[in-house]
Structure formats: structure tokens, C-alpha cells
């Protein structure tokens, strides 16, 4: 995409960023017994906001994003921290496939909006993850199509998600013990919009 090649090297500068995905991340850890032994995928990983919440708690992380601007920046922080258990992949969830049964964990934090056939993906992620995994997506629920400014409404494919839709797509994706709730609401513009947090077992 090549707005977010663009806007990558401001991206952090943003404070909201940075405090969704600090929110999204105690979220998970409220639902997710971290685990020295834990393979993650971070779908949509960008600058890594969400993802380098993780790497002193999980023994591996994937990075995923078709943002080779977003992957670029991450991989400079990866270097300048010295961190060594992040992989980063230039990814399209829309064509290209995941690994299957590779993964304990599968995380991503406003992104599945971007997706052309979300459902779809959702399925694709039960099969990347192995027998007891688990799926932890963020992202906005349903909103009136003001949340992204008019310039940046390329690859946007969806005005957030009915949290009942949602779920129903990963129960039908085989999806165990789902529940999906509101987490935080991001003040943009003097608007709230509510994400929610949809989690399910692979068991």
C-alpha cells in the first residue's frame, strides 16, 4: 500500500498509535498466558507498536505486513535494539498463504479492515496455528465511515466490523471458546470510535 510506505517514517510520531496498541497488548495479556515457548504472528505488524510488547515474553514473533515502507522501519529498531527473535515477511492476506499449524499465537491490531474478505483470512489463521493456539484480532467496531480522512481511504475495504459478524466468522472458521468485546475507544477529531478485542481457542 502506498500511502502507509509513505506516512511509515511519521507513523510513531502519532501518541494515539502508540496508546492503542499498549492497550491492545494488555488486552491480550489479560486473555493469553505469555510463554517463553510461544511462536507469535503479527499480522499487520507495521512499525511494530504491538508486536515489541512481546519479545521478552514469547520465545518467537512473526511480522507480517505488505508495507515494505512499515517493514523497513521496524527492521531498523529490530537492529538498533539488537533484538533477535523477530523474522519480518512482506505479506498480501488477500493472495498469499500462511504456514500451516507453525503457530501458538496470532495477534494484529487494526488491521483486518484493510482486508478485502476478512473471513476468509480468518480462516486461513486456524490453520497457521497449532492445536491449542489461540487468536487475539483488535480492530474497530462498526463506524460511519469518518475514522480515516478522505486521503487516506485507500485499502480501507471495511467501516470496522458488527462484533456479532465478527465472531460468527471465527466460529465458522472452527474457532473455540470466542468472545469479543469493546476494549478502549480512540478519540480521533473530537469522535469516539470503539475497538473491540475477538479471541478464540484452537482446540
Not at 492503542?20 to 497488548?25: D, K, P, S, V
Not at 476468509?120 to 480522512?149: M, R, V, W
Not at 465472531?167 to 476494549?183: D, G, V, Y
Amino acid at each position: 500500500m502506498s500511502r502507509f510506505n509513505k506516512t511509515a517514517k511519521e507513523w510513531d510520531l502519532e501518541p494515539r498509535r502508540i496508546l492503542m496498541a499498549e492497550n491492545t497488548f494488555k488486552e491480550i495479556e489479560k486473555k493469553v498466558s505469555l510463554s517463553k515457548n510461544m511462536s507469535v504472528i503479527d499480522i499487520g505488524t507495521g512499525t511494530g507498536l504491538l508486536l515489541l510488547n512481546f519479545i521478552d515474553k514469547v520465545k518467537q514473533i512473526i511480522g507480517i505486513d505488505n508495507s515494505q515502507g512499515m517493514l523497513d522501519i521496524l527492521r531498523k529498531k529490530i537492529l538498533k535494539s539488537k533484538i533477535d527473535n523477530v523474522d519480518l515477511q512482506f505479506f498480501e492476506a488477500d493472495t498469499d498463504q500462511l504456514l500451516e499449524k507453525n503457530y501458538d499465537l496470532a495477534i494484529s491490531n487494526m488491521t483486518f479492515h484493510h482486508f478485502m474478505k476478512p473471513n476468509n483470512f480468518i480462516k486461513q489463521i486456524y490453520k497457521s496455528l497449532k492445536n491449542g493456539g489461540k487468536i487475539c484480532i483488535a480492530d474497530l467496531e462498526t463506524e460511519d465511515g469518518t475514522f480515516h480522512s478522505k486521503e487516506h481511504l485507500e485499502g480501507v475495504h471495511h467501516f470496522g466490523f458488527d462484533k456479532e459478524i465478527f465472531k460468527t466468522w471465527m466460529e465458522e472458521a472452527n474457532f473455540k471458546n470466542t468472545s469479543i468485546k469493546t476494549i478502549f475507544e480512540i478519540d480521533k477529531d473530537g469522535k469516539k470510535f470503539p475497538v473491540f478485542l475477538a479471541y478464540g481457542e484452537k482446540v
